[in-house]
């Protein structure tokens, strides 16, 4: 069984995803660390995350896996260091190559042959798994997807980081390729005034109703 989230940066999705998969006993699979996998080895090989030619020679020549829930690159686990701000700054650009969405839709579909997941990302839902059984969309206003942003950013400026995620959305659904939008058949849930509870609690009903 797949049970794929799609939303904005901010709207809960990671940490809802991990503890839904959780409950469930799912394994949780995070496609959005991919693509930061990728920025973060071109910034660790002094390549410029938005020369697309280099990002890509370089993301061929490493090898992703997942093991115990956390990303690894060449075998070692770099999971702390997928959210730094330099990754969040470039991230989306090197998402929108084609190519590389298709490095990261490949490795992502071959890990979950056979499984029963959890995943999430920004078009999860639309273009890497279309025909999951079970699709959502988080949402939240930017001021609260900020605000919880400043939790996890120490020593970052309200302001900074709302522009930031602004800005971010805008190319995310501005996107030729994997633009983020509500796919066909998905159950859309605001975040905005809900606990990390609530949310997963309405996820899990709605996967119990709709499987009775």
Do not use: W
């Amino acid at each position: 069984m797949v049970v794929a989230i799609d939303g904005p940066a901010g709207s809960g999705k990671s940490t809802i995803a991990r503890l839904l998969a959780e409950r469930l006993g799912f394994y949780f699979l995070n496609t959005g660390s991919f693509y930061r996998a990728y920025t973060l080895s071109a910034i660790d090989h002094s390549i410029d995350p938005l020369d697309r030619e280099k990002v890509l020679e370089n993301a061929k020549g490493i090898v992703l896996s997942v093991e115990d829930g956390s990303i690894c690159i060449d075998g070692r686990n770099e999971e702390s260091r997928l959210h730094t701000p330099e990754v969040d700054r470039y991230c989306s650009q090197v998402s929108s190559d084609p190519r590389i969405r298709e490095l990261v839709n490949e490795s992502v579909r071959k890990i979950a042959e056979g499984l029963d997941i959890v995943t999430e990302g920004r078009d999860t839902t639309t273009v890497i798994f279309p025909d999951a059984d079970f699709k959502f969309y988080f949402d939240a206003s930017p001021e609260v997807r900020a605000e919880r942003r400043m939790k996890d950013q120490p020593g970052m400026e309200y302001q900074e980081i709302l522009s930031s995620i602004l800005s971010r959305d805008k190319m995310d659904m501005e996107k030729a390729v994997g633009a983020l939008k509500i796919a066909p058949g998905a159950i859309v849930i605001d975040t905005s005034m809900l606990t990390i509870n609530q949310v997963c609690e309405k996820v899990v009903n709605a996967i119990r109703n709709k499987s009775q």
